[in-house]
């Protein structure tokens, strides 16, 4: 393990010898990932020189994997001479605010512009290939605006997207590049899980897409249903004002798209496993389950700890 402190001053400090209990979690929306340890205050391999403040860079490397790089935001110290440190990666940069209005643009051209307005530094950006004709934000967390595109791409495309920061660098990769050749199961890394189906969240077997036209006045809607699962759950809608510049055989794909994303059960996973550095929040992975035909899932949220030599995760995963 390489648990490197950058500080200040210029100077780099391996401190892998006087930290424990590492905790590192990502999630696939919303949030940067966190880098949490314990460092043991006056340790034994302590050089007397050795400070750690707010802003000071963390890297964190394990068995020749890349795993963090970010910036200390939190020190918590008391009279038992443990110092408890949070570090954020890049993607903590995007919870401010923020206005754009843009047209003919993807996602991937919009984290660009992101990135280079607030001096952030960019990896991979695959292509998103969706243009959104018009993209107006106000006062808006940057981030939001960043997930609202990728999720334009899903919705519009079918295209899964994961945006993420890689070991420093904002990065934006589609569902052939995350997936994992790794297979959990019973007895197969995994020890412990629990399951959940559900129609309660984000399911809909009935899409109304509308657009008022303006020549005629009239609101013209484009409706598509489940028939069967009407019967089998009742009438579960989603009403979505459509693409203004959209022409009716646009509007009405994008119906059919919506309702093959939303009109099934939900099916979700905790997993207790044991660590496995690749996965992170965005990836695919196979689970082999009695409960469940083997399929992807995929990781919406990841916690790895290291502690006492041991190395497990806990993960929150769904059928993609």
């Given at each position: 393990?390489?648990?490197?402190?950058?500080?200040?001053e210029?100077?780099?400090?391996?401190?892998?010898?006087?930290?424990?209990?590492?905790?590192?979690k990502?999630?696939?929306?919303?949030?940067?990932?966190?880098?949490?340890?314990?460092v043991?205050?006056?340790?034994?391999?302590?050089h007397?020189?050795?400070?750690?403040?707010?802003?000071?860079?963390?890297?964190?490397?394990?068995?020749?994997?890349?795993?963090?790089y970010?910036?200390?935001?939190?020190?918590?110290?008391?009279?038992?001479?443990?110092?408890?440190?949070?570090?954020?990666?890049?993607i903590?940069?995007?919870?401010?605010?923020?206005?754009?209005v843009?047209?003919?643009?993807?996602?991937?051209?919009?984290?660009?512009?992101?990135?280079?307005?607030?001096?952030?530094?960019?990896?991979?950006?695959?292509?998103?290939?969706?243009?959104?004709?018009?993209?107006?934000?106000d006062?808006?967390?940057?981030?939001d605006?960043?997930?609202?595109?990728?999720?334009?791409?899903?919705?519009?495309?079918?295209?899964?997207?994961?945006?993420?920061?890689?070991?420093?660098?904002?990065?934006?990769?589609?569902?052939?590049?995350?997936?994992?050749?790794?297979?959990?199961?019973?007895?197969?890394?995994?020890?412990?899980?629990?399951l959940?189906?559900?129609?309660?969240?984000?399911?809909y077997?009935?899409?109304?897409l509308?657009?008022?036209?303006?020549?005629?006045?009239?609101?013209e809607?484009?409706?598509?249903?489940?028939?069967?699962?009407?019967?089998?759950?009742?009438?579960?809608?989603?009403?979505?004002?459509?693409?203004?510049?959209?022409?009716?055989?646009?509007?009405?794909?994008?119906?059919?798209?919506?309702?093959?994303l939303?009109n099934?059960?939900?099916h979700?996973?905790s997993?207790?496993?044991?660590?496995?550095?690749?996965v992170?929040?965005?990836?695919?992975?196979?689970?082999?389950?009695?409960?469940?035909?083997?399929?992807?899932?995929?990781?919406?949220?990841?916690?790895?700890?290291?502690?006492?030599g041991?190395?497990?995760?806990?993960?929150?995963?769904k059928?993609?």
């Amino acid at each position: 393990m390489e648990l490197l402190l950058k500080n200040k001053e210029g100077l780099m400090w391996d401190i892998s010898g006087i930290v424990s209990d590492i905790s590192w979690k990502t999630a696939r929306t919303g949030k940067p990932s966190t880098l949490e340890m314990t460092v043991v205050d006056s340790g034994i391999y302590q050089h007397p020189k050795f400070t750690v403040s707010n802003g000071d860079i963390i890297q964190f490397r394990k068995d020749g994997i890349d795993v963090f790089y970010g910036f200390i935001f939190s020190i918590d110290s008391g009279s038992d001479q443990e110092i408890k440190l949070t570090a954020y990666d890049q993607i903590r940069y995007l919870l401010g605010n923020g206005s754009y209005v843009l047209q003919d643009v993807t996602a991937s051209e919009l984290i660009t512009k992101i990135a280079k307005d607030y001096g952030l530094k960019t990896g991979v950006l695959e292509e998103a290939t969706y243009r959104m004709p018009s993209l107006i934000e106000d006062d808006k967390k940057l981030l939001d605006i960043i997930m609202g595109a990728i999720g334009g791409e899903m919705e519009k495309k079918g295209q899964l997207m994961t945006f993420y920061d890689d070991f420093g660098k904002l990065t934006l990769r589609g569902m052939d590049s995350m997936k994992l050749d790794l297979v959990l199961g019973e007895g197969h890394y995994l020890y412990e899980y629990s399951l959940k189906k559900s129609i309660d969240d984000d399911t809909y077997n009935t899409i109304y897409l509308y657009k008022d036209n303006k020549e005629s006045g009239k609101r013209e809607f484009y409706p598509v249903s489940d028939k069967d699962n009407v019967k089998r759950w009742g009438i579960l809608h989603l009403y979505k004002k459509a693409d203004d510049k959209a022409n009716a055989a646009q509007i009405q794909e994008n119906a059919d798209m919506l309702l093959k994303l939303h009109n099934r059960e939900k099916h979700s996973l905790s997993v207790q496993a044991i660590g496995d550095l690749r996965v992170r929040a965005g990836n695919l992975i196979y689970v082999l389950l009695d409960a469940l035909e083997t399929q992807l899932f995929l990781v919406d949220q990841c916690s790895h700890k290291f502690s006492g030599g041991e190395h497990t995760m806990s993960l929150d995963i769904k059928v993609v």
